[in-house]
Every structure is written in C-alpha cells, then in structure tokens.
Nanobody, 125 residues
Framework: QVQLVESGGGLVQAGDSLRLSCAAS????????VAWFRQAPGKDREFVAS????????DYADSVKGRFTISRDNAKYSVYLQMNSLKPEDTAVYYC??????????????????WGQGTKVTVSS
C-alpha cells in the first residue's frame, strides 16, 4: 500500500507557472504507474497526465499537452507536475494517484487505487 501527499498548489495569475509535488511512501514506488487528475467545482474528475511504471511512458490530456509536464523520481519516491502557461480553466483541486503494476495506458480514474488528499490550484484571469 502507498500513501500520497500533494503539495505546491496556490493562487497564481494566468500565464504563470506552478510545480506540484507528490510524496509517496509505503511501497516499491518504481512499480507504480502514477498520474495526476483534477476536479473543478461542479465538474467530474478529469485526467491530466500519467507516467507508466517500468518505461516511464507519459500520456497527457489534450487540454494540457505542451503546457504541463509530468515527471517522477523513483529514488525520491516523488512525482511532479510542472504547469506552465496556466489558464483560468486550469483551476481545480489536483490529485496525485497511483496504481501498482498498471501497464495499460488509461485515463480512467477507477483504474487507480491510491489517491492523495489533493492540492488546490486557482488561476486568476
């Protein structure tokens, strides 16, 4: 079992950058596929980006492609989401998620077993 704790959220202006971090504990982190999801007020959870265990293959939602970058440091049990050129529509609570030995490329939140508590990102126009 793994525990996930996000940090780095905050209030920024449109066009700014922000880096979210996720600290993991409790498992062999290099065997976990990790991802970021977000949920805006009144909306469903939305896939943002993922990094597959083993080969580190990444996947991005079209809405963030070219602006956001997911990375991981298995030695530090950490996942990051670098967010550039932020837009007001990026405002949401961002969740770090993980699932052990998940090899399929999926954007389905039900496929991810472990969720952090979330960190809030607010982008003002």
């Amino acid at each position: 079992q793994v525990q996930l704790v996000e940090s780095g959220g905050g209030l920024v202006q449109a066009g700014d950058s922000l880096r979210l971090s996720c600290a993991a504990s409790g498992g062999a982190f290099n065997t976990y596929t990790v991802a970021w999801f977000r949920q805006a007020p009144g909306k469903d959870r939305e896939f943002v980006a993922s990094s597959r265990w083993g080969d580190g293959l990444t996947d991005y939602a079209d809405s963030v492609k070219g602006r956001f970058t997911i990375s991981r440091d298995n030695a530090k049990y950490s996942v990051y989401l670098q967010m550039n050129s932020l837009k007001p529509e990026d405002t949401a609570v961002y969740y770090c998620v993980a699932s052990r030995l998940l090899y399929e490329t999926t954007r389905d939140p039900e496929k991810f077993t472990y969720w952090g508590q979330g960190t809030k990102v607010t982008v003002s126009s």
